[in-house]
Nanobody, 125 residues
């Protein structure tokens, strides 16, 4: 079992950058698929990016490709989401998620058993 705590959210102007962090406690995050999801106001939670369990590959939602970068530091038991060229439509609560063995696709919320509490990102125009 792993506990996840996100940080790094805030208010930023369009075109700016933020880096989110997700610190794991309990088991090492390197043992898990670790992903970022977001939930815009009034909308459902959606997939953003994932680090595949072995850490050798990543995948992104089309809406963030080329702007966001997900990475993992196993020594610090931390997953990061570097967000550049932010747009107002990136405004959302961002959640970190993890699972040892996905029971479904990597972009489905139902595939992940462990979630953080979320951190708010607001991008002003």
């Amino acid at each position: 079992q792993v506990q996840l705590v996100e940080s790094g959210g805030g208010l930023v102007q369009a075109g700016g950058s933020l880096r989110l962090s997700c610190v794991g406690s309990g088991r090492t995050v390197g043992s898990y698929y670790t992903a970022w999801f977001r939930q815009p106001p009034g909308k459902e939670r959606e997939f953003v990016a994932v680090v595949i369990k072995n850490g050798l590959s990543t995948q992104y939602a089309d809406s963030v490709k080329g702007r966001f970068t997900v990475s993992r530091d196993n020594a610090k038991n931390t997953v990061y989401l570097q967000m550049n060229s932010l747009k107002p439509e990136d405004t959302a609560v961002y959640f970190c998620a993890a699972d040892v063995s996905l029971g479904g696709t990597i972009d489905a919320t139902s595939s992940y058993d462990y979630w953080g509490q979320g951190t708010q990102v607001t991008v002003s125009s």
